[in-house]
């Protein structure tokens, strides 16, 4: 009889534990994503259109041949990318505005923005 008890007491740990993830599974799976590449000091697209009150992910790549750094001061993010590595960020629900990005080590090229509506 103890395995027994020792088999349901897995069974309601393992249950317990996809109860418990499930809700961030499906979470992930409708998060909006955008997608940035830096290259050659820029980054393309150079504005990102988002719906206000909306959680979302940025991947961002870089194709380029240094290393690039992804960067809101407004937001408080920052990534930094080697050549040819790519990473994401998420964003919590923003209010409608401007939120500007930039390459710390491209000052002058690497700008983009998010528009939010």
């Known amino acids: 009889m103890n395995t027994n008890r020792f088999i349901l007491d897995q069974l309601a740990a393992v249950f317990a534990a996809a109860v418990f993830l499930l809700p961030t599974v499906a979470q992930g799976a409708d ?6 590449v830096a290259r050659a000091g820029r ?6 259109n988002v719906p206000a009150g909306v959680r979302f992910k940025i991947v ?14 407004q937001l ?12 994401f960020i998420v964003i919590a629900p923003l209010k409608p505005g ?4 930039f390459d710390e080590f491209h ?9 939010v509506k």
């Open 98 to 101: 401007e939120y500007e990005f």
């Open 76 to 87: 408080r993010k920052e990534k930094v990318l080697a050549p040819g590595a790519a990473s």
């Open 31 to 36: 998060l909006l994503t955008y997608s940035v």
């Open 60 to 73: 961002i790549r870089n194709e380029g041949r240094d290393a690039i750094e992804f960067e809101s001061l």
């Open 107 to 115: 000052p002058n090229t690497g700008r983009t923005r998010i528009v």
């Open 43 to 48: 980054f393309i697209p150079d504005t990102l």
